[in-house]
C-alpha cells in the first residue's frame, strides 16, 4: 500500500445513494471534511437527486459526480455489477483521490487501486435476513453476501454504526480485525416550536427492512399516537 492511513488524506471520493440514510450520512460526513480542509468528491449510484438534493451538496461545497452504476439492492444478480469496481477505481485514480470511503461493502469486491479503502456496513441483508427470519439468504440472493464478504476482506477499516451490527457483520461473515464502531448521527439545527406527546418514527416505510409493519402492530399499546413519516413506494417496486 503507498499511501499510509496514519497520514492525513486531503482528498476522499465517497459513494452515496440519493434514496435512504446514507445520503444524510455522507453529506454531514463532507461538511465535516470540508470544515477539516479535506475536500471531497461524492460519487453516486441509483436514482438520480432531486433539485433540493443537489443544492444541499452545493451549499456543502463537495462535488457530485452521478453515475449509472446500480446499487447492488435494486438487482438481481452479480453480473450487473461487473462494472462497478473499475468505474470506482477509474473516477478515484482521475480525481486523484487519497482515501476511498465506499458506503456500499460490495462496492469494494474486485477493486483493484492502490489507495486504503475504507468500508461502512450501514445496514446488511443477511445479517437482516438472519436475525428477522432465522435463516440465511435464499439461494437467489446469496451472491450479495459473497460480494459482500469480498468488499469487508479489501478494506483497510470496516465501519459500523453500533457494536450490535458489528456483531452481526462477525457472525455472518467471520472476524473482523479492522472493525470501528462509529454512531450514526445527523446534525439537525434547533427548532424553536411546541411539544406534541406524540411517537414520531421517520423512514422509507416500503422497505420490509425497516420493520414498519412491526411499529405498526406495536403501536396498538402506545399510551402516545405514534405518527410514522417517510417514502411508501420505493425504486424496486416494492410498497406499503
Keep these: 500500500m503507498s499511501v499510509d492511513l496514519l497520514m492525513r488524506p486531503r482528498r476522499v471520493m465517497m459513494t452515496l445513494d440519493a434514496v435512504g440514510g446514507v445520503w444524510r450520512y455522507a ?5 465535516g471534511l ?8 461524492l460519487v453516486g449510484s441509483g436514482p438520480a437527486p432531486n433539485a433540493r438534493q443537489r443544492a444541499e451538496c452545493a451549499a456543502v461545497g463537495a462535488e457530485l459526480h452521478w453515475t449509472d452504476l446500480p446499487l447492488d439492492w435494486l438487482v438481481a ?24 470511503h465506499l458506503n456500499l461493502p460490495s462496492q469494494a469486491a474486485g477493486l483493484e487501486i492502490d489507495l486504503p479503502v475504507v468500508v461502512a456496513s450501514h445496514s446488511c441483508v443477511s445479517t437482516w435476513w438472519r436475525a428477522v427470519r432465522g435463516d440465511r439468504l435464499p439461494a437467489d440472493r446469496s ?7 469480498l468488499g469487508f476482506r ?27 464502531v462509529v454512531h450514526n448521527a445527523a446534525a439537525v439545527p434547533p427548532i424553536a416550536c411546541g411539544k406534541t406527546e406524540m411517537v414520531l418514527s421517520a423512514g422509507r416505510w416500503w422497505d420490509e427492512a425497516k420493520n414498519g409493519r412491526t ?19 420505493g425504486p424496486n417496486g416494492e410498497r406499503v
Design 154 to 180: 479489501r478494506a483497510e477499516v470496516v465501519l459500523v454504526p453500533s457494536r450490535s451490527h458489528g456483531e452481526s457483520v462477525t457472525a455472518v461473515y467471520g472476524p473482523q480485525p479492522r472493525l470501528e
Design 77 to 100: 444478480d452479480a453480473d450487473a455489477l461487473a462494472e462497478v469496481p473499475a468505474s470506482l477505481a477509474r473516477i478515484a485514480m482521475n480525481w486523484q483521490a487519497d482515501l476511498l
Design 143 to 149: 451472491w450479495l453476501e459473497r460480494h459482500n464478504a
Design 215 to 233: 411499529l405498526d402492530q406495536a403501536a396498538a399499546a402506545s399510551p402516545w399516537p405514534v405518527v410514522m413519516a417517510g417514502a411508501l413506494q
Design 34 to 41: 470540508e470544515g477539516e480542509g479535506i475536500r471531497t468528491l
Design 27 to 31: 453529506l454531514d460526513l463532507a461538511a
